[in-house]
């Protein structure tokens, strides 16, 4: 089992910034994809960003493209997202996923709610 575990959400206003951070324990591998998806209410799950644990090939929904940067810190087996200019359309709750291979969502933390004050 791996577990994940989302921080850094928190309320800012349009323009800025915030961090979030998503702690990965347990069994996890070096071939993970890991991901950034948001949800706000009312709304569907949305794909933000995904990056590959080993190599860090990237890919981004075109809302956050140059905007949100996702990496990640082997060592630490910690996934980051960078979110800048942050938007009122970016409130929602943001959760992090893991999975073996592209597009499989194998697992998922608990997430961690972001919200962009105009």
């Known amino acids: 089992q791996v577990q994940l575990v989302e921080s850094g959400g928190g309320l800012v206003q349009a323009g800025g910034s915030l961090r979030l951070s998503c702690a990965a324990s347990?069994?996890?591998?070096?071939?993970?994809?890991m991901y950034w998806f948001r949800q706000s209410p009312g709304k569907e799950r949305e794909f933000v960003a995904a990056?590959?644990?080993?190599?860090?090939?990237?890919n981004y929904a075109d809302s956050v493209k140059g905007r949100f940067t996702i990496s990640r810190d082997n060592a630490k087996n910690t996934a980051y997202l960078q979110m800048n200019s942050l938007k009122p359309e970016d409130t929602a709750v943001y959760y992090c996923?893991?999975?073996?291979?592209?597009?499989?969502?194998?697992?998922w933390g608990q997430g961690t709610q972001v919200t962009v004050s105009s």
């Open positions: 996923a893991a999975g073996y291979y592209q597009s499989q969502y194998n697992y």
């Open positions: 347990g069994r996890t591998a070096i071939n993970f994809y």
């Open positions: 990056i590959r644990w080993s190599g860090g090939n990237t």
